[in-house]
């Protein structure tokens, strides 16, 4: 069912140091900051070959990254994309496994203008997944 690895987020606590960082010292193509009130979040992405690194910052009130960055002052890697064909179809599998939907358990439009959603960490080996209708 799930696809290619669209792309790995890491929390960082200061984006525009993150980004000389890759841009400068590891020569990776970064693109500009991006809003995402929706998520609450800014974020930045990474182009690799094959992947993304998406740089996330909290944006607002009650970021949902929040209380990761707190437990993780200096970042940490935050959860990793999958491409899924029919999101709906994924979801409705994944619960009927007994996997936990965050939020509304209805998709949001994610950073790349197609339909996201997360999975909790704690049913998916320790690691937050999103998934992404391509
Ligand atoms: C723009 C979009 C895009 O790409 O298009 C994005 O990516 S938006 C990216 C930002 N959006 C999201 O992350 C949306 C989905 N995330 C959420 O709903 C939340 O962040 C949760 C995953 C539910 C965690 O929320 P919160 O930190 O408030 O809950 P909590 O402190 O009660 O955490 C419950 C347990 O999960 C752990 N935990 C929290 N965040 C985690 C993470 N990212 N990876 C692994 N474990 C994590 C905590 O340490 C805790 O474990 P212990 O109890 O063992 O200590
Ligand atoms: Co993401």
Same mark, same amino acid.
């Given at each position: 069912?799930?696809?290619?690895?669209?792309?790995?987020?890491?929390?960082?606590p200061?984006?525009?140091?993150?980004?000389?960082?890759?841009?400068?010292?590891?020569?990776?193509?970064?693109?500009?900051?991006?809003?995402?009130?929706?998520?609450? *979040?800014?974020? /930045?992405?990474?182009?690799?070959?094959?992947? &993304?690194?998406?740089?996330?910052?909290? @944006? !607002?009130?009650?970021? %949902?990254?929040?209380?990761?960055?707190?437990?993780?002052?200096?970042?940490?890697?935050?959860?990793?994309?999958?491409? *899924?064909?029919? /999101?709906?179809?994924?979801?409705?599998?994944? &619960?009927?496994?007994?996997?936990?939907? @965050? !939020?509304?358990?209805? %998709?949001?439009?994610?950073?790349?203008?197609?339909?996201?959603?997360?999975?909790h960490?704690?049913?998916?080996?320790?690691c937050?997944?999103?998934?992404?209708?391509?």
């Amino acid at each position: 069912m799930i696809g290619r690895l669209n792309h790995v987020a890491i929390a960082v606590p200061d984006l525009a140091a993150a980004a000389a960082q890759y841009r400068d010292t590891l020569g990776a193509k970064v693109g500009a900051p991006q809003d995402e009130p929706d998520h609450g *979040v800014t974020v /930045i992405f990474v182009e690799l070959p094959n992947t &993304k690194i998406e740089f996330l910052h909290p @944006l !607002g009130e009650n970021s %949902p990254i929040a209380g990761f960055l707190e437990k993780n002052p200096a970042g940490g890697i935050h959860h990793i994309c999958y491409e *899924v064909e029919d /999101i709906l179809a994924a979801r409705d599998r994944l &619960k009927a496994a007994g996997a936990r939907v @965050l !939020g509304s358990g209805e %998709p949001k439009i994610g950073a790349h203008g197609k339909p996201v959603l997360f999975l909790h960490p704690k049913d998916f080996n320790g690691c937050l997944v999103e998934l992404e209708q391509v």
